[in-house]
């Protein structure tokens, strides 16, 4: 549900959103994709539900890097205590 929201405001911004996009390598796959109208930018947007170490976010955000496009992490708020 969050992926389409996300979809929804990148779209409602006036972007192009596609969900599941992956690297022609294999190497990631962007919840969504934000490509700006010309298709000169790209942002990828990632909701991150499950627990991640900021290590990870750092090597999954540099991998986009290399592509030249920018990531916006996304989380829905605080979990209770398992």
């Known amino acids: 549900m969050l992926k389409l929201e996300m979809a929804g405001a990148i779209r ?9 996009v992956p690297a022609e390598d294999g190497s990631w796959r962007a919840d969504a994709m ?10 990828a947007w990632e909701a991150q539900l499950s627990p991640i170490t900021v290590d990870d976010i750092a090597a999954r ?19 209770p205590p398992q």
Do not use: N, Q
């Open 12 to 20: 409602t911004a006036g972007w192009f959103a596609t969900l599941e």
């Open 34 to 43: 934000a490509s700006s109208t010309d298709g000169s930018r790209r942002m």
């Open 61 to 79: 955000t540099d991998r986009y890097a290399k592509e030249g496009i920018r990531v916006c992490w996304v989380h829905p708020g605080a979990r």
